[in-house]
Nanobody, 115 residues
């Protein structure tokens, strides 16, 4: 069974930065499209950023220019570099691995932006 594990969340002040990591195991990582989603309290889960096997990247308008997604296939890991964080970025961030062979989710990592 595939495993997806997020890490790197925490408490940060507005304007600060965090880098989230998502480590995958037991999948052919380089073939998967990897996506970050987030869910704030009382809200629906929403798309944040995506990177394809060919390293094409896509971003939600709300994070464009502040967040950057990247992948290291040698480590089976995808990253989300988050800069200029705002209180509205507070949410649980989830990593998703998607391929015709299967779709897998991690348990999430909490990001709190507060002074």
């Amino acid at each position: 069974q595939a495993m997806i594990v997020e890490s790197g969340g925490g408490l940060v002040q507005p304007g600060g930065s965090l880098r989230l990591s998502c480590a995958a195991s037991r999948i052919y990582f380089s073939a998967y499209t990897m996506t970050w989603y987030r869910q704030a309290p009382g809200k629906q889960r929403e798309f944040v950023a995506r990177i394809t096997p060919g390293t094409n990247t896509y971003y939600a308008n709300s994070v464009k220019g502040r967040f950057a997604i990247s992948r290291d296939n040698s480590r089976s890991t995808v990253y989300l570099q988050m800069n200029s964080l705002k209180p509205e970025d507070t949410a649980v961030y989830y990593c998703n691995a998607n391929h015709t062979r299967g779709v897998y989710w991690g348990q999430g990592t909490q990001v709190t932006v507060s002074s």
